[in-house]
Structures are given as structure tokens and as C-alpha cells.
């Protein structure tokens, strides 16, 4: 059975048609299903009537008499209460008005009043319609399911059947002017079914029975997503005064089958739900039916399928051209299961409809479903109609265009115009130069301008002019050129004949565009004929100079060979011809566009709105597709061979990429040998001459020809540089030493010439004369090494600069000159030493009475006693002490000289018993006098300023040559006492020395200072200006154990702190050292060892310092530490764990045979992929390890890529077990 919108089993219910059908059907009454009552009562339920917006106590379904008569007044309130101004009725009605009928406008109005006449309510009386048969009834409601015997009440929504056709504005329309929201909103009147009671009193409303009624409301809003209106109760009150207002009441969410707008048509509205009634009981009707079949048993003696059909069926299924996988025994044995289920089925409908049909009064419930009747023609013949011969033959005549002779010559003209157009060419391919493909864009663009200007002016001036020189005479009649009425133009036939013209002219472009692409893709393919066989693994030779791959024709393109720092490339790419060739073959094509068609340039007389154009070839046609998918294969194809050449001469990259100051800089570490010069640069020179036979100026591989001089001229010239510079490096090695030599003799030659200043000079220059002949001998030989590799650069007619040839002779003139000095020098040197041994008499006799005055001053300090005089003293003894070591140095000079002259060697022994004499009173008064300054310092300046260590050490050293003085002064009371008075200052201040200490301890900080304060009851802060005579003052010399204690836990935290900062220090110098991995785009981590090492030592310190009483001020940074380097170590032992797997699988699943073969495993492996392709693009970015690491999130996903590359790598062991 075939019934259009019919329900299926599992769909709820069919939506009505977009339109309700014309004519209405008559009133029908629905008593048979639905009870019949004006006022139901029907429990609540949600989507009947929403829940009301407002808070309601509703009331009991049982009123007062009076509430009751109230209730039916406000039920039967006409819509003059509303302001009927905001939404005036619509009424449809022609625009123009017939004469003799009444003007629209009245009649407008006469039928709005009308509307408002109309009684809702008496309209759905009179169609049979009441309240309940708006809405759905439930299984759990408190009404009888029957109003007849085995009717079947309604239990699907009305509102799904609504037919929106009906409605003559949109919910939008309808509440355009309700301005939602403003304070100055206006009121969309209308009536709605709603409970007659706003409130009950039951504490249950699911069991409560409510009361329907049509009311006035005012619509509020309406929703989208149900469908529904928003509208309030509108309830009449009448004043004392008799003034009569509105009050707004309960709010509800109704459908628009229970709402009728003031400005609708009561009729149209209650047709409309009329039609929704007839199709749910429609629907309903078809619903009972296929529940009633599929509910009946299948009998053991009901018709079944026969074995033979049944094979049959499966046979021709099995069979089916496009069904090639091989159909399981399962799936076969489902289908079975199925035919043999809807075939019992269909018997089943056989039977149950002549059950229904025999005994119709068993059951009234059930409709059968009604076929569409067919019309079976009655005879076996067609009748063919009468057909007016002569009458088409004379019309046919009437319009025939070939009968005038001025029609012939416009069509002949235009009919040579055309083909002149026809055969026209769009691309400019017969240059017989190859053009580069900048200059061959430019060509075609220049020819693409000329036709389009000669299609757009030229053409359509001439076949305008035939027009008008032919036809221009006739002034009326059937081709007017002078008609300005479209209507005229259009039955006339120049309007026939514009159309022939057009489609003539239409048909010219085409063949143009069409023998323009064919000829440009010929031109393709016969330069690419050659190349269109070539394997894509294509390997060229070693034969450069000739090509296997010659064009049928001149080739079309000029490409340069291009070696540079890139590689081995074209210029242009090869890949820029593809795409521009195919712009050229569409700019080609769109070349034709925008031709406009003849009727303007024909009929000036007549207004032609727009500009229309003439119909070319389209961009997207099957024929210009595969024309450009030719032209396209073909030039990629012709690719192939010219990267199978460029790959011959990457080995060509290295001499062509070669950095001359790199090669020279290498060459400068070397050793260069006469011979290893020689034979490298006849290397050079044989290379050259073999890429010169080797490497042709040009070639041609299919269409294109490529330039290859520019590169065999740069790796000629390269290869001769090449030679030139081993040359010039080695002319550079013999210059140096050339210069080294020559430097050696202007040395030599110098010091020949300086004048001696004391015997020892003349003494030393002496000596170095002697050593002179050797050096002379020793330069010789090596000059002539060097003047042997000279020779060298001559055999390879290297020509030297004027500078290093000077210098070569300059070199060779040195050892004649320098022996002519030395025999000038021997001369002077004799007159030299006479006059040094005279002065060497003199200055002795001066320095004997120098150190007799220095006697005297030595003994006159045995009687400095004045402790006070102390800086005077010592400043006395630092002169003294001065002079005696300038004594002791002349002495050893001028024993010396006495040696060199040959003459006896003076004493000067008392000069050294002076010096010991004069060392205890230096020491005594140079350490009294610094121990003064020392101890006035300690007191008085800053705290902060003093270094304990050096304080420390001062004293000690102090105490201790004070102890020497005294052992020393045995002999010298007054010197002796002295001794004493410092030494026992010194040992006064001795004890403070660990109070300073603690006071001056680096880890003090306010904390400390505090707790020292709060142990000595004393406020102690470290000022700026605090000194330590003011601790004296403070007495803290007696608190020197509280001090100590806390010096020492400062001390400690102090210990802790550096750790810290030592830790961190570290920390911020670590960073991930990464490496591209082949070609794969991504990274990979070098050796962790010293990162692993360093967070075993960091680990190890923070679980000391954990462990360490002075850890409280730095718990929280001693475990912030200890977690972060713990995730530091798991997140990397994660990390290379995942490396190493990912660096075993990534061969494998690089191919994509491994991912057909495991999909699954493959997609796991595509999932960790790409988190490990994010992680490490994160590391090369952020490579700082303690920025990166201490993530929790990182860890995770490292964790995750672990787990996948598990499940991946254990997927592929079970594969290859199974393989």
C-alpha cells in the first residue's frame, strides 16, 4: 500500500501538506472519536498548557453558581474590548477594482467588521468542533477513553498537524508592533482555549481535572524553539464610575491551534482546525492499522515462501554487477529471516483486510487505507488528433527569414564576419625562438588584449554596419531598424533574425575559444611527445652534451640552468610554468567574455535595459577540462627529464658552492709542498678543460631548451681560480719567508748598530757577534730552498708582484751587508770600553760614603721610644729601608762590572750587617704604627665596613712580630718596653675578635637580629653607622656565647640559602640541546648524562638540607625544589623512554603499507605522533629545562604517548608473529 505522508512504524506522526487543498471538504463531525462536550475536564500535563509564569494556586474545579455564570460572560467577550487600532483584520482582495463594484477599501473594511462579528465558539459548534477535541487526551486521565462503543479516543497532538499555510502573517508580524520590552508597548488582542480557573486548591496538580474555555487575552511573546505564544488572561472590570478597564492575569505557553488573533478570519482559523482534526484522525487511522497487522501472529498454516523463490531471490541478489566483496553465511541467513518476516507480514494484510471488509461491524474502529482508483483505457488503440497542414505550411512561409535579397547580404556579411572571428587564434605559438616565460605570458596577454579589443569594438561595428547599410531603408514593416516598442520588436522578424545573428556570432566565439585550445594543447603535446612515456624514477647519464628527448617541433620555452647555495634549480621554477600556462588557457577562454550582443548597436531607437552579452565557452565545460587537464599532464610530465638532468650536476654543487676564503683558509693550516702545489693545480687546470667538453652551452628536453653556459663558464672560471689561488697561497708562503728572513738580518743589522750604554751591553753585543757567521750560514740555506720553490711559479708562468720580487733580491743582498757592518762595529767597541772602566772608578768612591752615613742613621734609632711619635718613626724607617736595598743593588752591580772588566772584587759585607741591624726596629715601629691605625679603625668605623678575616689576621700577625721585637730588645730596654705596651694591647683586643665574628656573620639577617635581641634582652639592629666601641658601650662583649649560638644557626641557614641560590643558579644554565631527525620535521634529544647527574646531586642536597634542624625559614623552597627536580627526573626518564620507542617504530610506520595493514595500531601511532611533534616543537622553542620540565601537564602526555607507543608496539609484535 502506497499512501503519501503515511506513518511508518516508529515515527510518530507525518506532517501536514504546505498548503491546505481547495475546496474545503464539508463540515465533519468528530463525535465518533472524540467525546463531545463544550467544556471538558482534562488533567494537567506539561505541553498542553505550560506551567504558568507567575506562581498560581489554582482552585477546585467545582464553583460557585456565580463564579460560574462570571466565567461564562468572560467566555462570550467580543473583541471590541481590544484596541483593534495596532493590527487592523487582513483582508486579501485584488488591487483593481472591476467598474460597478464596490471600492476596495470599503469592501476592506466591511469584511474586517465582519470578523468581529463573528462567534468563535458558535463556528466550531457548527463545524461539530468543541474544546476537548483541541487537546491531548492521556492514558491517566480521569475521563472516560470512549464516547462511543470501541471508539478510539485521540492521544497524538493537535498541534503537529497545524497546516502554517493558513496563517496570513508570521509570528514576527504578528508581534512587530508589541515593541517586547519598551515601557510604551502596544497590545496584540486575541482569544485562546484555556483553563476556565487560574488556581485550585489540590496539593497535587497532576491529579487535578482542569476546565477549558476560550478567553481573551493579549499576546506577549512568542518562542521559537516550541513553537508556542506567550499570552495573559484579559479580564473585564466595571468601576462605580462605569468606567471599564483591563487587568492583566496569569501568564501560559499555548499553541497557535489554541490562539486566534483580533486581526485574523474566525473562518479561516477554524478551517484550519478542521484540517489539522481530519489528518490526525487520518494519521491515527493508518497508525491502528499497521499496529493491528503487526500485532497478528504468523499461523503455521499460512501461505509461506517457497524454496524456489526463495533461492531465486538470493541468486539474483548475489548477483548484482557492483556487489563484488564475497556476502557472509550470516548476513545471507539475516536477509532470509527478513524476506520470510515481511512476507508473512503482507498475507497477514491480505487476510486481516477481507476479515474487516467481511465483517465491518466487528470493527468500526479500524479504516482500511484507500488506494488511488486507476483509469484503464477501454480500447487498444491511440486517437491521434487532426493536424492542420496547409495551415502550418503558410505560417512556416510567413516566417521564413531567406526571401528578401537585403536579409541575404546582412546574413552573408555577418555569416563572413563571424568566420573571420572563427579563424582567429587566442595563443601566439609559432615564434621560433623559445621564449622565456615571462616573455611568453607577455605575448599571449598582448595577443588575449588584441582580440578582445577587436571582438569588442571591430566586430560588432561591422556586423552593426550591415545591418544598417541593408536594412536601414526599411522605415516600417517586419524589419524596422527604427522600432522603439519592445512588444513589436519581439513579433517582428528582425527580432527572429537578431536571434540567428546572435546565435551565430555565439557560435563563432565558440569555435574560436574551441580550435584556440586545441591547436595551444597540439602545440603541448608535440613538444612534450618525447618526454610523456618517462618514469617518474627517471636517471639521465652521464651524457650532458646529448638529449634523448627531442620536441616534434621548436620548443617553447627558455629556462636557465641555476646552481646555488639551494641546490641544482631552474629559472624560473619548473613549477611556476604548470599554473601559469593554465592562467594563460583560461585568460585565453576569457578573452571572449564580455562581447555585447547586437540589439543596442542595431535598434538605437529602442531602450534595452542592462548589457546583455554573448554566450562563450565556459570555464568549468567537459571539453575545456579535459583539454586543460592535457595541457596540464604534459607539462608535468615534461618536468620529469629536466629534474633527472639537474640532478647530474649536483655533484657540481660542491665546486660551484665553494667559498674561495674557506678553500684558502684550509689550505693556509696545511703544509704546502712544492709538489703537492704542483700536483693540485695540474688537477685544477685538467678538471677545467674536462667540464668544458663535457657540459654543453644548451640542450632541449621536450619543450623547453635550457641555457647551460652560465654554469660551464662558472665552473671553468671557478676551476681556474682554483689553480690560481694554490698559486697565490704558495707565492703568499715563499713571500713570508721571504719576509721572516729578511727580517731576521734587518734584526740582526739593528742590533749591530745600537751604541752600548754599560759594559754589559758591550759585553752582550760581543757575544752576539760571535753567533752572527753561523746564523749567516744557517740563512743562507734556507734562501736557497726558497728561491727553489720560485721556480716552481715560474714553470706555471705565475707572474709575482713588484713588491715580492724586490723583496726575493732584497733577500739574497742581506749576508754581504751585514758582514761589512760587523767589521765598522768591532772598532767602536774598543773606544767603548775604555771610558765604562774610568766611571766604574768613580761611582765606587761615591758609594763608600754613602753607606757611612747610613751607619750613623741606623745606630740614632736605639733611642725612639715615643709610642706616640709612632707614624713619624715608621715613615722615617720606610725611607731608610728604601735606601739600603738600593745600596745592596749597586753593590751587586758594581761587583759585577769589576768581574766583566777583569779587575779585583770589592767587600761590601758590612753593608749586609747594617741590614740586619736596622730589620727589628723596622719591624717594631712599622707594625706599632699600623696597629694603631688598625685598632682606631676597628673602633670607630662602620660595623658593615670590617672583614673579620683580615681583622683576624692583622692582629695575629701584629701579636706575633711583637713577640719577635721583645726577644729581640734583650739589649735595648726602651725599645723593649715599647714592645711590651703593644703586645699587650693587642692581647686585650685578642678576645673580641669572636664577637666580631659573630657580629659581622654574612647569614645575619632581621630575623637573626631579633632572636639575638630577644635572648640578651637588648634591641640590637644593624645600622649603617653602628661601630663595634659602640657594641663595647652596649656591653654585647658579654652576651659573646648568645651571639655566637645565633651567629652559628645564621651561619647555618646561611649554608642553606647558598644552596639554594646555588641550586637555582645552576638550574638557570641547563638548557635541551635538540636535533633534527632526518627529514621527518621534528626533533630529538641529545645525551641527558650531565642533566641526569646534576639532578642526582641537586636531589641528593635538598634531601640533606630536608634532613637539617636550620631547614624551617626554607622548607617551602627546599620541597618546592625537591618536587620539581623529582618531576624533572620522571618527566625525562618518560621522555627518553618515549624517544626510543618512537625512534624504533618511526621506520616502520613512515610507509603507508604498515597503516592498511594496522589501522588501529596506526592510528595510535598518528595520535602519539602528533603530541610528540607538539612536545618537541615546544622544547625548540623553549629549550630552558626548568621552564619546560616542572609541568604536570607535560608529564601526563609524555605518560599517554608511553601507553599508545605500548599498545602500537605490542599490535606489531602480534602482526609479525601472525606473518
Excluded at 266 to 286: D, G, K, M, S, T
Excluded at 978 to 996: H, K, Y
Excluded at 1115 to 1126: A, G, M, P, V
Excluded at 1158 to 1181: A, C, S, T
Aim: aromatic share 10%.
Amino acid at each position: 500500500m502506497e499512501v503519501k505522508n503515511a506513518p511508518v512504524f516508529g515515527v510518530l506522526v507525518p506532517y501536514p501538506p504546505r498548503k491546505p487543498s481547495r475546496p474545503k471538504p464539508p463540515a465533519l463531525n468528530y463525535d465518533h472519536i472524540l467525546p463531545s462536550a463544550r467544556k471538558c475536564f482534562m488533567k494537567e500535563q506539561n505541553g498542553l498548557c505550560s506551567e504558568a509564569i507567575s506562581a498560581l494556586n489554582f482552585q477546585s474545579p467545582i464553583a460557585e453558581p456565580e463564579a460560574q455564570q462570571k466565567t461564562q460572560r468572560q467566555s462570550i467577550l467580543k473583541f471590541r474590548s481590544c484596541n483593534t487600532s495596532i493590527y487592523p483584520s487582513k483582508v486579501q482582495l485584488p488591487f483593481q477594482t472591476a467598474p460597478g463594484q464596490i471600492p476596495r477599501k470599503l469592501k476592506i473594511e466591511r469584511c474586517q467588521r465582519e470578523y468581529l462579528k463573528l462567534d468563535l465558539e458558535q463556528l466550531l459548534a457548527d463545524k461539530g468542533i468543541t474544546s476537548s477535541h483541541l487537546l491531548t487526551r492521556h492514558e491517566n486521565s480521569s475521563e472516560p477513553k470512549t464516547t462511543q462503543d470501541n471508539a478510539v479516543s485521540s492521544y497524538l497532538p493537535l498541534e503537529i498537524f497545524d497546516n502554517e499555510e493558513y496563517d496570513c502573517r508570521t509570528p514576527e508580524d504578528w508581534l512587530a508592533s508589541c515593541n517586547v520590552g519598551s515601557p510604551d508597548r502596544k497590545t496584540v488582542c486575541g482569544k485562546a482555549l484555556l483553563p476556565t480557573e487560574d488556581t485550585i486548591t489540590s496539593d497535587d496538580p497532576e491529579t487535578t481535572s482542569l476546565e477549558f474555555s476560550w478567553h481573551s487575552v493579549e499576546v506577549l511573546d512568542f518562542s521559537k524553539e516550541k513553537s508556542q505564544y506567550l499570552v495573559r488572561k484579559v479580564h473585564q472590570i466595571t468601576s462605580p464610575t462605569a468606567e471599564t478597564t483591563e487587568k492583566a492575569d496569569t501568564e501560559y505557553w499555548i499553541p497557535r491551534l489554541r490562539l486566534l488573533f483580533i486581526a485574523e478570519d474566525p473562518r479561516v482559523f477554524v478551517e484550519r482546525i478542521q484540517h489539522a482534526l481530519r489528518q490526525r484522525a487520518n494519521a491515527e487511522a493508518l497508525i491502528l492499522y499497521h499496529l493491528s497487522v503487526d500485532c497478528m501472529p504468523n499461523f503455521s498454516g499460512s501461505p509461506s515462501l517457497d524454496a524456489q523463490s526463495l533461492e531465486r531471490i538470493k541468486r539474483h541478489a548475489a548477483s548484482a554487477p557492483r556487489l563484488t566483496f564475497t556476502i557472509s553465511e550470516q548476513c545471507i541467513g539475516d536477509l532470509e529471516k527478513e524476506v520470510k518476516l515481511e512476507y508473512g507480514r503482507t498475507m497477514n494484510r491480505l487476510s486481516f483486510d477481507n476479515v474487516v471488509k467481511r465483517q465491518p461491524e466487528n470493527f468500526p474502529h479500524i479504516i482500511l487505507p484507500q488506494k488511488d482508483p486507476q483509469c484503464v483505457p477501454q480500447k487498444g488503440c491511440v486517437t491521434v488528433p487532426c493536424f492542420d497542414y496547409e495551415g502550418k505550411k503558410a505560417a512556416f512561409f510567413s516566417k521564413f527569414q531567406l526571401r528578401n535579397l537585403e536579409v541575404i547580404r546582412v546574413i552573408s556579411e555577418i555569416w563572413q564576419e563571424c568566420n573571420n572571428v572563427a579563424a582567429m587564434k587566442l595563443f601566439n605559438i609559432t615564434s621560433i625562438e623559445p621564449l622565456q616565460l615571462n616573455d611568453f605570458e607577455v605575448l599571449q596577454s598582448q595577443v588575449h588584449t588584441q582580440i578582445h579589443n577587436y571582438l569588442k569594438e571591430k566586430w560588432l561595428v561591422a556586423t552593426s554596419n550591415s545591418f544598417h547599410s541593408h536594412l536601414g531603408g526599411f522605415n516600417r514593416g517586419a524589419y524596422n531598424l527604427n522600432e522603439s516598442s519592445w512588444e513589436m520588436y519581439t513579433f517582428s522578424k528582425l527580432y527572429k533574425l537578431m536571434v540567428v545573428v546572435r546565435n551565430k556570432m555565439q557560435d563563432s566565439l565558440r569555435f574560436l575559444v574551441q580550435d584556440s585550445l586545441v591547436s595551444l594543447t597540439q602545440a603541448f603535446l608535440d613538444t612534450c611527445d618525447s618526454v610523456l612515456t618517462c618514469p617518474q624514477d627517471l636517471v639521465w647519464g652521464n651524457n650532458l652534451i646529448t638529449s634523448s628527448y627531442k620536441p616534434k617541433r621548436d620548443p617553447l620555452f627558455l629556462v636557465d640552468l641555476v646552481l646555488d647555495q639551494t641546490g641544482v634549480h631552474y629559472r624560473p621554477p619548473l613549477g611556476n610554468f604548470e599554473p601559469s600556462v593554465i592562467n594563460l588557457f583560461d585568460k585565453g577562454i576569457m578573452a571572449t567574455y564580455g562581447i555585447l550582443q547586437l540589439d543596442k548597436f542595431v535598434m538605437k531607437e529602442m531602450y534595452i535595459g542592462g548589457d546583455p552579452w554573448l554566450d562563450s565557452v565556459k570555464l568549468c565545460e567537459p571539453f575545456v577540462n579535459e583539454l586543460r587537464e592535457k595541457v596540464r599532464s604534459a607539462l608535468i610530465q615534461a618536468a620529469i627529464p629536466l629534474r633527472a638532468y639537474a640532478a647530474e650536476y649536483e655533484k657540481y654543487l660542491e665546486l660551484h658552492n665553494l667559498n674561495m676564503n674557506t678553500y684558502l683558509e684550509s689550505h693556509k693550516s696545511d703544509e704546502l709542498t712544492a709538489q703537492m702545489v704542483k700536483k693540485e693545480v695540474e688537477q685544477h687546470l685538467k678538471d677545467k678543460e674536462l667540464i668544458e667538453r663535457s657540459l654543453p652551452a644548451s640542450i632541449v628536453i621536450g619543450p623547453f631548451m635550457v641555457q647551460v653556459e652560465a654554469v660551464r663558464k662558472a665552473l671553468s672560471n671557478k676551476k681556474k681560480l682554483l689553480a690560481n689561488a694554490v698559486l697565490e697561497l704558495f707565492a703568499q708562503k715563499l713571500s713570508k719567508q721571504v719576509d721572516d728572513a729578511c727580517e731576521e738580518c734587518d734584526v740582526i743589522s739593528a742590533k749591530l748598530h745600537e751604541r752600548p750604554a754599560s759594559i754589559e751591553e758591550l759585553v752582550e753585543k760581543r757575544n752576539f757577534m760571535g753567533q752572527i757567521p753561523e746564523q749567516l750560514k744557517i740563512y743562507k740555506k734556507q734562501l736557497g730552498k726558497t728561491l727553489a720553490d720560485y721556480d716552481l711559479l715560474d714553470s706555471f708562468f705565475f707572474c709575482l708582484s713588484n713588491d715580492d720580487f724586490e723583496k726575493k733580491w732584497t733577500a739574497i743582498g742581506w749576508p754581504q751587508r751585514i758582514i761589512n757592518q760587523m767589521e765598522d762595529v768591532a772598532v767602536q767597541d774598543e773606544e767603548d770600553e775604555q771610558l765604562f772602566r774610568e766611571t766604574q772608578l768613580a761611582d765606587q768612591g761615591d758609594f763608600e760614603e754613602r753607606l757611612g752615613s747610613l751607619q750613623m742613621l741606623v745606630a740614632r734609632f736605639a733611642s725612639y721610644t715615643n709610642i706616640e711619635c709612632a707614624q713619624v718613626v715608621a715613615n722615617e724607617m720606610r725611607r731608610t729601608d728604601k735606601q739600603l736595598k738600593e745600596c745592596l743593588t749597586l753593590a751587586e752591580t758594581y761587583n759585577s762590572r769589576e768581574r766583566l772588566f777583569g779587575i779585583p772584587v770589592t767587600n761590601y759585607s758590612r753593608l749586609r750587617e747594617l741590614v740586619e741591624d736596622f730589620q727589628p726596629f723596622k719591624d717594631l715601629w712599622i707594625t706599632t704604627s699600623s696597629w694603631v691605625n688598625w685598632h682606631e679603625s676597628w673602633l670607630s668605623d662602620p660595623l658593615s665596613s670590617i672583614s673579620p678575616e683580615r681583622l683576624e689576621r692583622n692582629a695575629t700577625d701584629a701579636h706575633e712580630t711583637m713577640q719577635k721585637c721583645i726577644q729581640g730588645f734583650k739589649d735595648i730596654p726602651d725599645c723593649q718596653s715599647v714592645a711590651m705596651i703593644i703586645c699587650s694591647r693587642i692581647e686585650d683586643f685578642l678576645p673580641n675578635i669572636p664577637l666580631i665574628y659573630g657580629l659581622r656573620n654574612p647569614g645575619m639577617r632581621n630575623r637573626h637580629w631579633e632572636m639575638l635581641s630577644d635572648r640578651i634582652q637588648m634591641k640590637v639592629q644593624p645600622k649603617a653607622d653602628l661601630t663595634f666601641a659602640r657594641c663595647l658601650e652596649l656591653g654585647l662583649q658579654n652576651y659573646a656565647d648568645d651571639i655566637a649560638h645565633v651567629a652559628e644557626v645564621a651561619g647555618k641557614e646561611f649554608a642553606i640559602e647558598q644552596a639554594l641560590e646555588k641550586i637555582e643558579q645552576e638550574w638557570s644554565n641547563v638548557f635541551f640541546e635538540v636535533l633534527p631527525y632526518q627529514e621527518t620535521g621534528t626533533f630529538i634529544l641529545e645525551s641527558l648524562d650531565k642533566i641526569f647527574q646534576l639532578l642526582d646531586d641537586h636531589i641528593v642536597m635538598t634531601e640533606s638540607m630536608s634532613s637539617s634542624p636550620f631547614k624551617k625559614t626554607f622548607e617551602d623552597q627546599i620541597n618546592t625544589w625537591d618536587s620539581k627536580l623529582r618531576m624533572i627526573k620522571d618527566m625525562l626518564k618518560e621522555w627518553l623512554t618515549c624517544q626510543r620507542s618512537w625512534l624504533s617504530l618511526e621506520p616502520t610506520f613512515s610507509s603507508d603499507e604498515i597503516h592498511q595493514q594496522l589501522p588501529e595500531e596506526g592510528k595510535k601511532y598518528q595520535q602519539m605522533e602528533q603530541i610528540w611533534r607538539m612536545v618537541m616543537r615546544r622544547v625548540f622553542n623553549t629549550k630552558k629545562v626548568i621552564e619546560l620540565c616542572p609541568d604536570a601537564f607535560l608529564l601526563y602526555k609524555l605518560k599517554e604517548c608511553n601507553k599508545l607507543l605500548e599498545q602500537v608496539q605490542k599490535g606489531l609484535s602480534e602482526y609479525m608473529e601472525i606473518k
